[in-house]
């Protein structure tokens, strides 16, 4: 009897030892599985860190061509500027010019012309020897526009 006790207690043993190897064995597997699709996760979100990086340095890229346009644009805009506030402070000086010789002519051609009795302004003899005492040469202080700069 005791033989047959110790023999039903090693196939025990085996089937027992045979199970947990395979319980081990499962376990491996799944562990392995379980790194492998981890590895895989893993790669996949570098990849995709790696395509944001493409695209963000393609947006930067695009930033920096559309920002150097549009300094240069301002850049010219800026010296045109310049050169329009230049053009512009010579025109207003001959402006003056003219407007002070209108206002010297205005004021010489006050001596050849007198008013008569009833009020009404009469030429001298001497007024017509003159060219600037005609009133057609008289005339109002020039005007600057803003057309006439362009």
Known sequence: MASSSG???GSEGDDLQQVMDQRKRKRMLSNRESARRSRVRKQKHVDDLMAQVCQLTNENNQIHSTMNITLQHYMNIEAENSVLRAQMAELSHR???LNGIINYINSTTGLFESTDQQGTQTHDD????NPWSSNIYVNHPIM???DMFM
């Open 126 to 129: 001497n007024s017509f020897m």
């Open 7 to 9: 023999a039903s207690t």
């Open 144 to 146: 600057a526009s803003a």
């Open 95 to 97: 402006l003056e010019s």
